[in-house]
Every structure is written in structure tokens, then in C-alpha cells.
């Protein structure tokens, strides 16, 4: 158990719908990362907040966005829904907001099918 | 932005033998380097780590060694077993644009080594 909390663990929807995936970090993480795991793409980075503010963006499309509230915890939302969003989306916290000088711990990730 | 291509995409050794997986990073400010391990249906684990002032660092039957001339780092696995079967993502560390006083940035991945070891 690594310690970070993702939720839902699986997500259906339909195409144009919009998602929202929650993740907790580890306790004392001020660092939270969103990264999508499609099949052959390895680990895409979307986005990265410490302490509340966002620090660094990927490859992240404008239907995406995200937050970091003040508990610390984070939200992922995907709107306009489309096939190729379909995939397993990680979370992950450092103690430091550098993923550098921090192993990266990995929530077990919520897996989105869009039908 | 960092780039970092991560070579085979798929790798089958016989229990025993070792294996090799090699990574090329575009950015020379660049300055750490992990491996993370993602069994099936796993979340990915840190597994090894380098920074750009060590050549090489070993933990048990894993290695690790950087070439920051070639830009290229890579995982060397010896004596190969079962469990070790999984797929291995390197990454590189990409500065932010912007100073946030000690946040150096955030880890790019490559596409993953999909390694099977056979009994």
C-alpha cells in the first residue's frame, strides 16, 4: 500500500460525458502528479500542483483540467468525453515538490472506459 | 520539454541470463534518473535511482550506469528470475520553465520495457 488513494477504481461512461477522478496523496505529500497509462504509451505526464498551485503542465488537452484544494487532495476532471480517453490514470505524491530528491509513490489508479 | 525514448519495448530472457534495457534523454540539464518496476495490474514501484554526479550504483542484482556525454542511462538485471517479469519504465527528470525556489520539476517516462523471464 503505497498510501495514496484513488477513487473510483473503474469509471464507464459514454462518450461527450463528463469524469471526475479524486485522488488523496500520502500523508505529509505537499506534491501531487496526474499521469495517463494508455495501452503502448507508457506513462504520459498531464500535470503537477504543490501545495495547491500548479507547478508544471504536460501533455495535457484543454477538455482536461485539475485541481489542488487546500486538504491537499487532488481532482482530475475530463469533460467532452471521446474513445481515445480511455485509459488508467495515475496519481502519485512526493514529500518535495521536485520529483527529483522524492520517490514518487503511485496511487493503484482509476481505470476510465469510454463506450 | 524532456524527451526520453526507452529501448526494447519488449525483452524475453531465460531465467539465469541477464537483461538490458537502455533509455536516451534529450535535455543536459537533466540531473536524475529513476527506473520504476509496474507488475500486471500494479501500480508502478521506484525501484532504482541515479543522479548525474554518479557513473553507476548498484543494489543487489540490479545496476544502473549513466552516460551524460551520450545522454543514455541504463538497467542492467542479473541473474534474471520469474518475478522479475514486469515492465520497467525509465524516466528523467524535466526542469520547470519557471524558478519555484527548490522545485526542480517533474518526471517524464519512457514508453516501458515489457520484460519476461522464462523458467
Known amino acids: 500500500d503505497s498510501g495514496v488513494t484513488q477513487t473510483p477504481k473503474h469509471l464507464i461512461t459514454a462518450t461527450g460525458q463528463r469524469v471526475t477522478l479524486r485522488c488523496s496523496p500520502r500523508?505529509?505529500?505537499?506534491?501531487v502528479y496526474w499521469y495517463q497509462q494508455s495501452l503502448d504509451q507508457g506513462l504520459q505526464f498531464l500535470i503537477q500542483y504543490y501545495n495547491g498551485e500548479e507547478r508544471a503542465k504536460g501533455n495535457i488537452l484543454e477538455r482536461f483540467s485539475a485541481q489542488q484544494f487546500p486538504d491537499l487532495h487532488s481532482e482530475l476532471n475530463l469533460s467532452s468525453l471521446e474513445l481515445g480517453d480511455s485509459a488508467l490514470y495515475f496519481c502519485a505524491s512526493s514529500v518535495q515538490p521536485q520529483g527529483g530528491t522524492g520517490e514518487l509513490f503511485f496511487g493503484e489508479g482509476s481505470r476510465l472506459t469510454v463506450l | 520539454g524532456e524527451n526520453v525514448e526507452q529501448h526494447p519495448s519488449t525483452l524475453s530472457v531465460q531465467e539465469g541470463d541477464s537483461a538490458v534495457i537502455k533509455c536516451t534523454y534529450s535535455d543536459s540539464a537533466s540531473n536524475y534518473f529513476p527506473w520504476y518496476k509496474q507488475e500486471l495490474g500494479k501500480r508502478p514501484q521506484l525501484i532504482i535511482d541515479?543522479?548525474?554526479?554518479?557513473g553507476e550504483k548498484k543494489d543487489q542484482r540490479i545496476a544502473v550506469t549513466l552516460n551524460k556525454t551520450a545522454k543514455h542511462f541504463s538497467l542492467h538485471i542479473t541473474e534474471t528470475q520469474p518475478e522479475d517479469s514486469a515492465v520497467y519504465f525509465c524516466?528523467?527528470?524535466?526542469?520547470?520553465?519557471?524558478?519555484?525556489?527548490?522545485?526542480?520539476?517533474?518526471?517524464?517516462f519512457g514508453k516501458g520495457t515489457k520484460l519476461s523471464v522464462k523458467p
Open positions: 541515479i543522479r548525474s554526479n554518479v
Open positions: 524516466a528523467a527528470l524535466q526542469s520547470h520553465a519557471q524558478n519555484y525556489g527548490g522545485s526542480q520539476g517533474n518526471l517524464i
Open positions: 500523508s505529509g505529500d505537499l506534491s
